[in-house]
């Protein structure tokens, strides 16, 4: 099938605008007679559930959790970016759009990411009226503060907890419609398949997840808001029950899956220190506002620090490297994620990492501290003020900028960032690949929508900071709702879907039958155990830097720890209770087919690219010696993957990438 | 180091539970406590033993899904914290650990350490919300100018994670600090006076309803809240709650 964007004609300024005043609209007596499935409810999920409920159409909501309160949305920390220019810094649409298309590193759409940046204002207006407590300046208005990649204030916040808040605006008003009756909300269950009629997606069969029953259950359409894939990696900054399942599931139903090798390493990530370790928490990237990074200078004090015979408090500011001021003048300590995250493997690989693993950088809040410590003193008229009383000055204001990541910090690493720089390293984050979907966001079924980070649009080969929040509740208020309208107006006498047919009878018996094989499969080894197999192969082969060689034998070794997987894996306890092990079995399962497409993509792409990073393709001179080499002439496409049975015969569609308004160059942060 | 854990073991929610011991060895201090449960499960499954059920993702302190009464507190003997930062430093070698689920009628157990929280759900839907169109078309967000004060004030209360330590830690297993941030978030705010007297009323009417206890001003939740929500937000929404049925 050939892949159609359908973007919209004409100047791209219009053609939002222009295609919401010519798309069919449903009435909305006729609303009340159709039904949408929305799977997931985070920022995505959420706001989409109680948008479209809020039009008029029968909502039901799945959540695995057991509200949408807790979806990972919630972990999100520095903040949603907006153009609305008040800072009067030059923000504008255009800006927003040109930033976001560049520091995706020209791998986006464009139209849909005009669309973004148009519709970013109104998402801070539509937070604010639900009463989200954004971080406001003394005069009453809205704060602003700035993030990587970009040279504009253009970040709204509430503290160290935006997407907490964010996530409990959607929530909020999807309580609203489920104390209305408009949304029917379905907690603690997974999604584990799609139900296709005629070509068209019309319902899933899910599990619930405290019964372990299996339920059927029919809407005219299908919305897919299940968040990334990065849990592929085992050790992640995603939520330990962020899963691929229900993307990976309309995968092989027909949904191409589009660059799932674009997945972004987030560079400021407290570093691993153990083989016990379940999961990798994030700093938000908002802390390289004011904390400098950096590495000593000199090898000989490097080794000292990882041998635990010198501090960091120990090295003179003129034998310590601040690589990323030293590289990147322009940009400095705020370059965007991708860039960052190389220059520290650069340096750690280099032998200049400073934990015990050699696998850390330092992010220094030192001079933040003396520098606000000064200005506070001016500002409280105190002449002449110690050294400890710029301090204490200084760390107030840190804290109320970045407490609660100070605080998290100490609590798991045992140190007191207020005192010793905090220690940071790259870790697998956010995903820009995903299903791939039209302009409409649907996917190449029929009725089978993808919103937020499980499809691929907006970010191109790597996400700016605070676009995540941006784009999830941007498709799910403001897009979403309009676009699937159209579709749906060609469904206002279809009348109810049954789910007493053959279709449903087909998909619901895969299901069962595959949980059956896990609960009777007499293995000899946990679902974990291959989970963290998988991950070493990805982290090792596939992960921050990748080469032909490399990403050969892993599809290799995925397959064979698949093959052994379906022999050996064990799953105790019974199909018809609450049985996590088993809900880890499926999602495993998954990952273990998307692990090897994953890597398949990546062979192909033989170009570095936002966070894919290909060893063979680096620039040799001139100013960017050293730097990712994109190459334009053979990879301007989308890759879009047909599922075909095994990961490795999937077959591959591109959707050529379009520039009309923004200019194709290198990138340059210096 | 090594431990003895003490773990309340239930099938379903009509099972009759109990306490089981376990054991487990080589534990690092620098582990969680739920990487802890993590290592003890893995064990359990490889001697083909059904594992401890128990709450927990994002690992981060934020999504407020993890429980777990350990030693006779909710979260576990540090403070500020949600159990997934609990750290087994916390704890000496040869230790024994008592794990429980929360305790209050009103959070019924599923199965082993997970509970039943859809109370708190049920108080939100009952007019945890402001009744806004989600059409985008509300008024530029800088048109309502607001204080930073009662935005700070606002966002303290907002911070709430929902996970419920407050009533597992309450000798009434009052939901008061739970309902009095929420109705606080709210009341701080411009956006949420118009609806705030059916807010509180409503929400203080669900939360009776679910069969929650009273605030007995022990202190108790405030100690034990992993985000520190004050007992500020429960005398506020007394004001509040006054306030609305004096009004009429």
Known sequence: MALDSKVPEGPIKDKWTNYKNKINLVNPANKRHIDIIVVGTGLAGGSAAATLAELGYNVKAFAYQDSPRRAHSIAAQGGINAAKNYQGDGDSNYRLFYDTVKGGDYRSREANVHRLAEVSGNIIDQCVAQGVPFARDYGGLLDNRSFGGVLVSRTFYAKGQTGQQLLLGAYSAMNRQI???????????????????????????????????????????????????????????????????????????????????????????????????????????????????????????????????????????????????????????????????????????????????????????????????????????????????????????????????????????????????????????????????????????????????????????????????????????????????????????????????????????EVKDRIDFFINNKGTKSVDYFHKKLGKVMWDKVGMSRNAQGLTEAMAEIKAIREEFWKEVKVPGSANELNPELEKAGRVADFLELGELFAKDALNRAESCGGHFREESVELDGEQKGEAKRDDVNFAYVAAWEYKGEPADAVLHKEELEFKDIELKQRSYK | MNLTLRIWRQKDSSAKGKMVDYKVTDISEHMSFLEMMDVLNEQLVNSGEEPVAFDHDCREGICGMCSLYINGEAHGPDRGITTCQLHMRMFKDGDTITIEPWRAAAFPVIKDLIVDRMAFERIQQAGGYISVNTSGNTQDANSLPISKHAADEAMDAATCIGCGACVASCKNSSAMLFVGAKVSQYALLPQGQVEAADRVRNMVAQMDLEGFGNCTNTGACEVECPKGISLDNIARMNREFLKANVKG
Not at chain 1, 221 to 240: D, R
Not at chain 1, 321 to 347: H, I, M, Q, T, W
Not at chain 1, 368 to 386: C, D, F, L, T, V
Request: hydrophobic content about 35%.
């Open chain 1, 179 to 509: 104390a209305r009756g408009k949304i029917e909300m379905f907690n603690r269950h997974e999604m584990l398949d799609v139900v296709k009629i005629g070509g068209k997606a019309r319902g899933i069969i899910a599990r619930n997840l405290i019964t372990g029953e299996i339920e059927r259950h029919s809407a005219h359409a299908v919305v897919i808001a299940t968040g990334g894939y990065g849990n592929v990696y085992f050790l992640s900054t995603n939520a330990m029950g962020s899963n691929a399942t229900a993307a990976w599931k309309i995968h092989k139903k027909g949904a191409y899956f589009a660059n799932p090798c674009f997945t972004q390493i987030h560079p400021t990530c407290i570093p691993r220190s153990g083989d016990y370790q379940s999961k990798l928490t994030l700093m938000s990237e908002s802390l390289r506002n004011d904390g400098r990074i950096w590495v000593p200078a000199k090898l000989e004090d490097a080794k000292a620090i990882q041998q635990g015979k010198l501090k960091p408090t120990d090295i003179a500011e003129a034998d310590r490297d601040y690589y990323l001021e030293r590289r990147y003048p322009a940009f400095g300590n705020l370059v965007p994620r991708d860039v960052a995250s190389r220059a520290a493997k650069e340096r750690c690989d280099a032998g200049y990492g400073v934990n015990a693993t050699g696998e850390a950088v330092y992010l220094d809040f030192a001079s933040a501290i003396e520098r606000y410590g000064i200005e506070q003193a001016k500002i409280h008229n105190i002449s002449n003020p110690s050294a400890d009383k710029i301090y204490e000055l200084g760390q107030k204001i840190v804290e109320a900028k970045y407490g609660n990541l100070f605080q998290m910090y100490e609590k798991i690493v045992d140190e007191n960032p207020y005192k010793t720089p905090m220690m940071i390293y790259p870790a697998t984050h956010y995903t820009m690949g995903g299903i791939w979907v039209d302009y409409n966001l649907m996917t190449t079924v029929e009725g089978l929508y993808c919103i937020g980070e499980a499809n691929f649009s907006d970010h191109g080969a790597n996400r700016l900071g605070a676009s995540a929040l941006m784009q999830g509740l941007a498709d799910g208020y403001f897009v979403l709702p309009y676009t699937i309208g159209d579709y749906l107006s060609h469904d206002i006498r279809t009348g109810k879907i049954p789910t007493d047919t053959p279709e449903f009878d087909e998909v619901e018996k």
